[in-house]
């Protein structure tokens, strides 16, 4: 069973840049497909990005699509979210999840579809 730990959290002013990175233990993170989740104050927790197995998948919604990266090393078991351009209604709490799959290219948008999650970590977007 992999887990998830998620770092790179904080506070920023509007504008500005953030990198989350999600490290993997336990098992490779090369056998996972991962997704960025974030739950701001009593909201539900929304989708934030997506990538596949293999990273050459990767799928946005259209809040944060052109300022939001998604990408991963295998190597270093490891997935980041760069963040620019970052706005107040950014501010929550992110999470990585991991699901285990057999496919290089296919990605995951629903929440349901991660068996496996971190225990998030906190970003700040002062105006």
């Known amino acids: 069973q992999v887990q998830l730990v998620e770092s790179g959290g904080g506070l920023v002013q509007a504008g500005g840049s953030l990198r989350l990175s999600c490290i993997a233990s336990g098992r490779t993170i090369s056998s996972y497909a991962v997704g960025w989740f974030r739950q701001a104050p009593g909201k539900e927790r929304e989708f934030v990005a997506a990538?596949?197995?293999?990273?050459?998948?990767?799928f946005y919604p259209d809040s944060v699509k052109g300022r939001f990266t998604i990408s991963r090393d295998n190597a270093k078991n490891t997935v980041s979210l760069q963040m620019n351009s970052l706005k107040p209604e950014d501010t929550a709490v992110y999470y990585c999840?991991?699901?285990?799959?057999?496919?290089?290219?296919?990605?995951?948008?629903?929440?349901?579809?991660?068996?496996?999650w971190g225990q998030g970590t906190q970003i700040i977007v002062s105006s």
């Open positions: 999840a991991g699901r285990s799959t057999d496919s290089r290219d296919v990605y995951y948008y629903r929440e349901a579809a991660y068996p496996y």
């Open positions: 990538i596949s197995r293999a990273g050459g998948s990767t």
